[in-house]
């Protein structure tokens, strides 16, 4: 069911007094509206009434005080639990964009490693999915950690890792500049980067390098490990023990992005189940879980006839082709992480999972 108040969010008091006349204490996704019916921000809330009620509290230059100032009505959906809230809020997020949830819902516990697009793409790590990235890989659990490996991986495969600002000129565009150019930094100098920015490299070659590193971070391949255990070995037989300190540092950094990497791979994986949850009022749901994202979910059925439609809904969603294990879906990472946070959040929920199997 879904509600709404038609006053301007200008007359406060009479905003406060519709929000405690119409709505309820129950699980819900809410949206601020603004005079265009443009959705400016999305949240949710365990009790409805409580949570729109802190709004008109809230001082300026409070987060709240501003959300509630830009805007001219309040619409909710009421869920049938708090599962279901998050879940509608990820998803109302993914759908409308809201300006206030972009600029201010910044704070992310999980680390994300991200390939950016362009001629010359980059490697880095970032908390969101920002327009220009085409792959991302993760999460991972600290972000020194992971600015470390990232920063010796850039160095090993020669990839950037200077402002989006920064020209790029490949080497093919060498004929449009009259006179030899410089790297915009000394990492060219210093061997740790290809020089995208001065037509050291073709785009060609350079991809070649972005390729291995998603192949290392995949799985496909070790050549970024292997190299740096040549370097090392080569240290020890010329007795350069400082070197040879050096290329171990290096060596731990990538055998840590490694074995991160496969972590955070199998922790997708292991959402996969049917996932019994409890609603508020009776309205228990199951949701079909599926390498962490809910691909379907239903009233949970209790009788024989619905458990066996329900089977036949299960069989039908294992026939479909498993999604390849990386890269993560751009457009849906959000959910992966909220589904990660819940169960991490509250693990009894996960004895009322099932496998797919068990239902057949």
């Given at each position: 069911?879904s509600?709404?108040?038609?006053l301007?969010?200008?007359?406060?008091?009479?905003?406060?007094r519709?929000?405690?006349?119409?709505?309820?204490?129950?699980?819900?996704v809410?949206?601020?509206?603004?005079?265009?019916?443009?959705?400016?921000?999305v949240?949710k809330?365990?009790?409805?009434r409580?949570?729109?009620l802190?709004?008109?509290?809230?001082e300026?230059?409070?987060k709240?005080?501003?959300i509630?100032?830009?805007a001219s009505?309040i619409?909710w959906?009421y869920a049938?639990s708090?599962?279901?809230a998050?879940?509608?809020?990820?998803r109302?997020?993914?759908e409308?964009?809201p300006?206030?949830?972009?600029?201010m819902?910044?704070?992310r516990?999980s680390?994300?490693?991200?390939?950016?697009?362009g001629?010359?793409?980059k490697l880095y790590?970032?908390?969101?999915v920002q327009?220009?990235?085409r792959?991302?890989?993760?999460p991972?659990p600290?972000?020194?950690?992971?600015?470390?490996a990232?920063r010796t991986?850039?160095?090993?495969l020669?990839i950037?890792?200077?402002?989006?600002?920064?020209?790029?000129?490949?080497?093919?565009q060498?004929?449009?500049?009259g006179?030899?150019r410089?790297?915009?930094?000394?990492?060219?100098e210093?061997?740790?980067?290809?020089?995208?920015?001065?037509?050291f490299?073709?785009?060609?070659?350079y991809?070649t390098?972005?390729?291995?590193?998603?192949a290392?971070?995949?799985?496909?391949?070790?050549?970024?490990?292997?190299?740096?255990?040549?370097?090392?070995?080569?240290?020890?037989?010329?007795?350069s023990?400082?070197r040879?300190?050096?290329?171990r540092?290096?060596?731990?950094?990538l055998?840590w992005?490694l074995?991160?990497?496969?972590r955070?791979?199998a922790?997708?994986?292991?959402?996969?189940?049917?996932?019994?949850d409890?609603?508020?009022?009776?309205d228990d749901?199951a949701y079909?879980v599926r390498?962490?994202l809910?691909?379907?979910?239903?009233?949970?059925?209790g009788?024989?006839?619905?458990?066996?439609a329900f089977?036949?809904?299960?069989?039908?969603?294992?026939a479909?082709?498993?999604p390849p294990?990386?890269?993560?879906p751009?457009?849906r990472?959000?959910e992966i992480l909220?589904?990660?946070?819940?169960?991490?959040?509250?693990p009894?929920s996960?004895?009322?999972t099932?496998?797919?199997?068990?239902?057949?």
């Amino acid at each position: 069911m879904s509600r709404a108040t038609l006053l301007p969010a200008t007359d406060l008091d009479r905003l406060r007094r519709r929000i405690r006349a119409l709505t309820e204490n129950r699980p819900a996704v809410y949206r601020m509206m603004s005079a265009t019916g443009r959705v400016l921000y999305v949240g949710k809330a365990r009790r409805l009434r409580t949570r729109l009620l802190t709004y008109f509290r809230a001082e300026h230059p409070d987060k709240q005080a501003r959300i509630l100032n830009a805007a001219s009505d309040i619409r909710w959906d009421y869920a049938p639990s708090e599962f279901a809230a998050l879940l509608g809020e990820v998803r109302a997020i993914r759908e409308h964009r809201p300006p206030f949830n972009v600029a201010m819902n910044r704070t992310r516990r999980s680390v994300l490693v991200k390939v950016s697009g362009g001629a010359a793409p980059k490697l880095y790590a970032g908390a969101t999915v920002q327009q220009d990235d085409r792959r991302a890989y993760g999460p991972f659990p600290s972000l020194g950690r992971t600015l470390d490996a990232l920063r010796t991986l850039n160095d090993l495969l020669g990839i950037r890792d200077c402002g989006d600002k920064v020209p790029i000129v490949l080497a093919a565009q060498e004929d449009l500049f009259g006179a030899p150019r410089t790297a915009a930094c000394i990492r060219h100098e210093i061997g740790a980067c290809l020089g995208p920015c001065a037509g050291f490299v073709s785009e060609r070659d350079y991809r070649t390098r972005i390729d291995m590193a998603e192949a290392f971070l995949e799985g496909r391949t070790l050549e970024p490990l292997a190299r740096v255990i040549a370097a090392m070995a080569q240290a020890a037989r010329e007795e350069s023990f400082e070197r040879a300190a050096y290329w171990r540092d290096r060596f731990e950094r990538l055998e840590w992005l490694l074995a991160a990497t496969s972590r955070a791979r199998a922790a997708v994986d292991l959402l996969t189940f049917v996932y019994r949850d409890p609603g508020d009022f009776g309205d228990d749901r199951a949701y079909l879980v599926r390498h962490g994202l809910v691909v379907a979910q239903y009233p949970w059925p209790g009788t024989p006839i619905e458990r066996e439609a329900f089977r036949g809904v299960v069989t039908d969603q294992l026939a479909q082709p498993t999604p390849p294990p990386w890269p993560l879906p751009l457009e849906r990472i959000d959910e992966i992480l909220m589904l990660m946070a819940w169960f991490r959040r509250h693990p009894d929920s996960l004895r009322r999972t099932s496998a797919f199997k068990d239902w057949l």
